[in-house]
Protein backbone atom coordinates (compact mmCIF):
# COMPACT_ATOMS: atom_id res chain seq x y z
CA UNK A 1 0.00 0.00 0.00
CA UNK A 2 1.28 3.62 -1.23
CA UNK A 3 1.64 5.71 2.20
CA UNK A 4 0.60 9.26 1.02
CA UNK A 5 3.51 12.21 0.59
CA UNK A 6 3.60 13.93 3.67
CA UNK A 7 6.58 16.70 2.62
CA UNK A 8 7.96 18.91 0.13
CA UNK A 9 10.68 16.12 -0.27
CA UNK A 10 8.61 13.30 -0.48
CA UNK A 11 6.49 15.30 -3.59
CA UNK A 12 9.94 16.48 -4.58
CA UNK A 13 10.60 12.56 -5.68
CA UNK A 14 7.69 12.07 -7.30
CA UNK A 15 7.31 10.99 -11.14
CA UNK A 16 4.41 13.25 -12.52
CA UNK A 17 5.27 13.23 -16.09
CA UNK A 18 5.62 15.64 -18.44
CA UNK A 19 2.76 18.23 -18.00
CA UNK A 20 1.07 20.77 -20.86
CA UNK A 21 -1.18 23.87 -19.88
CA UNK A 22 -3.19 25.28 -21.77
CA UNK A 23 -5.25 28.12 -21.82
CA UNK A 24 -5.65 31.98 -23.12
CA UNK A 25 -3.82 34.78 -21.94
CA UNK A 26 -4.23 35.84 -18.30
CA UNK A 27 -5.77 32.09 -17.40
CA UNK A 28 -3.62 32.08 -14.66
CA UNK A 29 -1.25 29.47 -16.63
CA UNK A 30 2.19 31.10 -15.09
CA UNK A 31 1.08 31.45 -11.32
CA UNK A 32 -0.04 27.62 -11.54
CA UNK A 33 3.20 26.41 -13.70
CA UNK A 34 5.36 28.34 -10.91
CA UNK A 35 3.10 26.47 -7.97
CA UNK A 36 3.82 22.68 -9.63
CA UNK A 37 7.40 23.45 -10.05
CA UNK A 38 7.95 24.17 -6.06
CA UNK A 39 6.29 21.01 -5.40
CA UNK A 40 7.73 18.48 -7.37
CA UNK A 41 10.59 20.34 -8.19
CA UNK A 42 10.61 19.83 -11.80
CA UNK A 43 11.57 22.57 -14.55
CA UNK A 44 9.66 24.69 -16.42
CA UNK A 45 10.61 24.74 -20.29
CA UNK A 46 9.95 27.68 -22.54
CA UNK A 47 10.26 27.34 -26.12
CA UNK A 48 11.15 30.98 -25.79
CA UNK A 49 13.80 30.92 -23.18
CA UNK A 50 15.43 27.58 -25.41
CA UNK A 51 15.11 29.52 -28.38
CA UNK A 52 17.35 32.63 -26.46
CA UNK A 53 19.76 29.78 -24.75
CA UNK A 54 20.83 28.20 -28.03
CA UNK A 55 21.03 31.46 -29.56
CA UNK A 56 23.57 32.63 -26.65
CA UNK A 57 25.25 29.59 -26.68
CA UNK A 58 25.91 29.28 -30.38
CA UNK A 59 25.11 25.60 -30.48
CA UNK A 60 24.29 24.37 -33.91
CA UNK A 61 20.42 24.80 -33.53
CA UNK A 62 21.13 28.08 -32.15
CA UNK A 63 22.89 29.06 -35.06
CA UNK A 64 20.23 27.80 -37.65
CA UNK A 65 17.55 29.70 -35.26
CA UNK A 66 20.04 32.84 -35.89
CA UNK A 67 20.01 32.59 -39.15
CA UNK A 68 16.24 31.76 -39.66
CA UNK A 69 15.70 35.06 -37.41
CA UNK A 70 18.45 37.08 -39.41
CA UNK A 71 16.16 36.78 -43.04
CA UNK A 72 12.81 37.82 -41.10
CA UNK A 73 11.49 34.26 -41.07
CA UNK A 74 10.03 31.94 -38.55
CA UNK A 75 11.91 29.27 -36.87
CA UNK A 76 10.36 26.09 -38.20
CA UNK A 77 8.73 22.98 -36.50
CA UNK A 78 11.61 20.93 -36.82
CA UNK A 79 14.12 23.41 -35.28
CA UNK A 80 11.99 24.46 -32.53
CA UNK A 81 10.97 19.87 -32.16
CA UNK A 82 15.01 19.30 -31.96
CA UNK A 83 15.64 22.14 -28.67
CA UNK A 84 12.43 20.23 -27.09
CA UNK A 85 13.97 16.78 -27.81
CA UNK A 86 17.59 17.95 -26.71
CA UNK A 87 16.00 19.78 -23.56
CA UNK A 88 13.49 17.26 -22.35
CA UNK A 89 16.79 14.47 -22.60
CA UNK A 90 18.63 15.88 -19.52
CA UNK A 91 18.39 14.60 -16.49
CA UNK A 92 16.75 17.18 -14.90
CA UNK A 93 13.18 16.15 -16.30
CA UNK A 94 13.73 12.44 -15.43
CA UNK A 95 10.90 12.97 -13.18
CA UNK A 96 8.58 15.20 -15.93
CA UNK A 97 8.47 18.90 -16.76
CA UNK A 98 6.25 21.73 -17.73
CA UNK A 99 6.34 22.26 -21.28
CA UNK A 100 5.39 26.49 -21.55
CA UNK A 101 4.76 27.31 -25.17
CA UNK A 102 4.59 24.09 -26.73
CA UNK A 103 2.94 22.19 -28.38
CA UNK A 104 0.97 25.14 -30.30
CA UNK A 105 0.12 23.08 -33.27
CA UNK A 106 -1.63 19.80 -33.91
CA UNK A 107 1.98 19.06 -35.73
CA UNK A 108 3.55 19.41 -33.23
CA UNK A 109 1.94 17.68 -31.23
CA UNK A 110 1.52 14.57 -33.13
CA UNK A 111 5.60 15.29 -33.29
CA UNK A 112 5.44 15.18 -29.52
CA UNK A 113 3.33 11.70 -29.07
CA UNK A 114 6.26 10.11 -31.05
CA UNK A 115 8.61 11.61 -29.55
CA UNK A 116 7.78 10.60 -26.40
CA UNK A 117 6.93 7.06 -27.71
CA UNK A 118 10.19 6.36 -29.35
CA UNK A 119 12.00 6.93 -25.98
CA UNK A 120 9.54 4.66 -24.35
CA UNK A 121 8.37 7.01 -21.66
CA UNK A 122 6.12 5.46 -18.96
CA UNK A 123 5.41 8.89 -17.65
CA UNK A 124 1.61 9.68 -19.04
CA UNK A 125 1.44 13.32 -20.95
CA UNK A 126 -0.60 15.23 -19.02
CA UNK A 127 -2.71 17.88 -20.86
CA UNK A 128 -4.65 20.51 -18.66
CA UNK A 129 -6.89 23.34 -19.97
CA UNK A 130 -7.56 26.49 -17.52
CA UNK A 131 -10.95 27.29 -18.76
CA UNK A 132 -12.30 30.86 -17.62
CA UNK A 133 -15.03 33.06 -19.10
CA UNK A 134 -14.60 35.45 -21.56
CA UNK A 135 -15.57 38.39 -19.40
CA UNK A 136 -13.29 37.85 -16.42
CA UNK A 137 -10.43 37.28 -19.08
CA UNK A 138 -11.31 40.34 -20.04
CA UNK A 139 -11.54 42.36 -16.48
CA UNK A 140 -8.16 40.25 -15.39
CA UNK A 141 -6.76 41.79 -18.42
CA UNK A 142 -8.11 45.19 -19.15
CA UNK A 143 -8.38 45.67 -15.43
CA UNK A 144 -4.58 46.13 -15.15
CA UNK A 145 -2.59 48.67 -13.81
CA UNK A 146 1.01 49.61 -12.56
CA UNK A 147 3.14 51.82 -10.76
CA UNK A 148 5.98 53.34 -12.58
CA UNK A 149 7.75 54.25 -9.97
CA UNK A 150 7.98 50.72 -7.52
CA UNK A 151 6.45 48.37 -10.36
CA UNK A 152 3.37 47.31 -8.09
CA UNK A 153 0.62 45.72 -9.91
CA UNK A 154 -3.01 46.12 -9.36
CA UNK A 155 -6.12 45.08 -11.03
CA UNK A 156 -9.57 47.89 -10.86
CA UNK A 157 -11.80 45.00 -10.42
CA UNK A 158 -9.85 42.24 -8.43
CA UNK A 159 -6.81 44.18 -6.38
CA UNK A 160 -8.06 47.64 -6.83
CA UNK A 161 -5.43 50.35 -4.88
CA UNK A 162 -6.99 52.13 -1.72
CA UNK A 163 -6.76 55.02 -3.56
CA UNK A 164 -8.24 54.97 -6.93
CA UNK A 165 -6.11 55.15 -10.03
CA UNK A 166 -2.69 55.77 -7.16
CA UNK A 167 -0.22 53.34 -5.82
CA UNK A 168 -0.81 52.30 -2.39
CA UNK A 169 2.84 52.48 -1.56
CA UNK A 170 4.12 56.18 -3.09
CA UNK A 171 1.10 57.68 -4.21
CA UNK A 172 2.11 57.06 -7.63
CA UNK A 173 -0.61 57.74 -10.79
CA UNK A 174 -0.74 54.26 -11.91
CA UNK A 175 -0.09 53.16 -15.18
CA UNK A 176 -2.42 51.53 -18.18
CA UNK A 177 -0.74 50.19 -21.39
CA UNK A 178 -2.30 50.67 -24.40
CA UNK A 179 -1.55 46.62 -25.87
CA UNK A 180 -4.18 46.18 -22.56
CA UNK A 181 -7.36 48.00 -23.79
CA UNK A 182 -10.23 45.98 -24.19
CA UNK A 183 -9.99 46.21 -28.51
CA UNK A 184 -6.30 44.74 -28.44
CA UNK A 185 -7.60 42.06 -25.64
CA UNK A 186 -10.28 41.15 -28.00
CA UNK A 187 -8.14 40.68 -30.46
CA UNK A 188 -5.29 38.27 -28.83
CA UNK A 189 -7.67 36.14 -27.25
CA UNK A 190 -9.63 35.79 -30.58
CA UNK A 191 -6.57 34.87 -32.31
CA UNK A 192 -5.53 32.15 -29.13
CA UNK A 193 -8.78 30.66 -29.95
CA UNK A 194 -7.98 30.24 -33.28
CA UNK A 195 -4.99 28.97 -33.29
CA UNK A 196 -5.19 26.28 -29.71
CA UNK A 197 -9.06 25.03 -30.61
CA UNK A 198 -7.58 22.43 -33.05
CA UNK A 199 -5.21 21.31 -30.52
CA UNK A 200 -7.51 21.16 -27.78
CA UNK A 201 -9.91 18.91 -30.40
CA UNK A 202 -7.09 16.89 -30.18
CA UNK A 203 -5.80 16.25 -26.84
CA UNK A 204 -9.88 15.45 -25.86
CA UNK A 205 -10.25 12.93 -28.95
CA UNK A 206 -6.96 11.48 -26.96
CA UNK A 207 -9.38 11.35 -24.11
CA UNK A 208 -5.95 13.20 -22.07
CA UNK A 209 -7.34 16.55 -21.78
CA UNK A 210 -8.15 17.53 -18.67
CA UNK A 211 -9.88 21.17 -18.06
CA UNK A 212 -10.08 23.17 -14.50
CA UNK A 213 -12.41 26.07 -13.43
CA UNK A 214 -9.67 28.69 -13.97
CA UNK A 215 -12.74 31.15 -12.66
CA UNK A 216 -11.89 29.63 -9.29
CA UNK A 217 -9.74 31.23 -6.60
CA UNK A 218 -6.23 30.46 -7.29
CA UNK A 219 -5.33 28.50 -4.68
CA UNK A 220 -8.06 26.52 -5.54
CA UNK A 221 -7.19 25.79 -9.03
CA UNK A 222 -3.88 24.96 -7.54
CA UNK A 223 -5.27 22.26 -5.30
CA UNK A 224 -7.18 20.50 -7.93
CA UNK A 225 -4.36 20.66 -10.10
CA UNK A 226 -2.19 18.80 -6.81
CA UNK A 227 -5.00 16.16 -6.30
CA UNK A 228 -4.66 15.35 -9.62
CA UNK A 229 -1.17 14.85 -10.35
CA UNK A 230 -1.15 13.28 -7.31
CA UNK A 231 -3.40 10.71 -8.41
CA UNK A 232 -0.64 9.27 -10.93
CA UNK A 233 -2.31 7.78 -14.04
CA UNK A 234 -4.14 9.40 -16.06
CA UNK A 235 -5.83 13.06 -15.05
Do not use: H
Request: aromatic share 6%; glycine share 10%; with cysteine.
Amino acid sequence: MNTPATSVADYGARAVGPIILLGAPGAGKGTQAKKIVERYSIPQISTGDLLRENVRLGTELGKKAKAVMDSGKLVSDDLVCDMVAERVARPDCARGYILDGFPRTVAQAEWLDGFLAARGSKLPLRVIKMSVDYDKLLKRLTGRRTCPVCGAIYNIYTNPPKKDELCDNDGSKLTFRKDDSEEAIGTRLQAYEKETLPLTDYYRQRGILREVDGDAAPEEVTTELFNSLDRGGAL
